[in-house]
C-alpha cells in the first residue's frame, strides 16, 4: 500500500506559467516533506522541504504547500522555465517516531515545460 | 553542498558474477542508505546505516547486502547477480533532523 502518492505521472506547462505539482500521504505519523528533482541518469537532487508545523515554505520560483488536514502537499513553480524540465518526487519522513530518517517516495511526476 | 560520490555510474555484466557499489560521502554523516529505482517507479530503500557497524534491512527485500566499516563509506554487494538485479541504484546520506537526505548520481546495474 502506497503511502505516498502522486496521481499525475506527467505534467505539461508553458513558459512563465506557473507549474503545480501534487502529494498525497495517508501515513499521520509523517512529520517532514521534501520535494526532489531528478533528470534521468542522475540522482535526485533536493528542491525544497517543508515540516509539519507550517503550512508554506518558499525559496525563489519554488513554493510547496502543505494542508494536514487533506494529508496533501503541493509544490508550486512559478515561472516555470524549460530547465524545470525533469521527473518531480515527493517525499515523507516521520522523524519523531523514527530516528532513521528514512524516507517513502511518491512515484514521480514528469513536468515538461514548453518554450 | 552535498558530497556523495557513487562508483561506477554504468555497469554491465553478466548473471553470475559478484558486484560491489561504492557509494562515499565526505560531509561526516552518520546515516546512510541505499535505494533501488526502476523507471517510472518510486525510490524503495533496500538498506540503511546509523553509523559504523550498523546495518539494517529497509523495506522492500533484497538480496544485496551491505557494511560500514567507516563513516564514510557505504558499499553494497551482489554476491550473484541476476537479470533481476538490473535496475538504478542510489546512495544517499543525512546531517541532522531536520536536513535534507542528499544523494549521489546513482549506478545503474544491467545484469544480462
Known amino acids: 500500500d502506497q503511502q505516498v502518492k502522486q496521481n499525475s505521472p506527467s505534467l505539461s506547462v508553458q513558459e512563465g506559467r506557473i507549474s503545480i505539482l501534487n502529494c498525497d500521504y495517508t501515513?499521520?505519523?509523517?512529520?517532514?516533506f521534501l520535494w526532489y528533482k531528478k533528470y534521468p541518469a542522475e540522482g535526485p537532487t533536493f528542491l525544497i522541504s517543508i515540516s509539519s508545523i507550517k503550512d508554506k515554505n518558499e525559496d525563489g520560483r519554488f513554493t510547496v504547500f502543505l494542508n494536514k488536514s487533506a494529508k496533501h502537499l503541493s509544490l508550486h513553480i512559478v515561472p516555470s522555465q524549460p530547465g524545470d524540465s525533469a521527473v518531480y518526487f515527493c517525499?515523507?519522513?516521520?522523524?519523531?517516531?523514527?530516528?532513521?530518517?528514512?524516507?517513502?517516495f511518491g512515484s514521480g511526476t514528469r513536468l515538461l515545460v514548453r518554450p | 553542498e552535498a558530497d556523495i560520490y557513487q562508483t561506477p555510474r554504468y555497469l554491465v555484466i553478466g548473471t553470475g558474477k559478484k558486484i560491489t557499489l561504492e557509494c562515499s560521502q565526505t560531509?561526516?554523516?552518520?546515516?546512510m542508505y541505499w535505494y533501488q529505482q526502476d523507471p517510472g517507479m518510486e525510490l524503495h530503500l533496500i538498506h540503511y546505516s546509523y553509523g559504523v557497524n550498523s546495518t539494517e534491512k529497509g523495506d522492500l527485500s533484497s538480496e544485496s547486502t551491505v557494511s560500514r566499516i567507516r563513516t564514510e563509506h557505504f558499499p553494497l554487494t551482489l554476491e550473484s547477480a541476476r537479470p533481476s538485479h538490473t535496475s538504478q541504484y542510489l546512495c544517499?546520506?543525512?546531517?541532522?533532523?531536520?536536513?535534507?537526505?542528499?544523494f549521489g548520481d546513482g549506478t545503474r546495474l544491467s545484469i544480462l
Open positions: 544517499a546520506s543525512v546531517g541532522g533532523s531536520d536536513q535534507p537526505q542528499h
Open positions: 501515513n499521520s505519523m509523517f512529520d517532514y
Open positions: 560531509m561526516g554523516h552518520d546515516k
Open positions: 517525499a515523507a519522513s516521520a522523524r519523531y517516531v523514527d530516528s532513521s530518517y528514512k524516507l517513502i
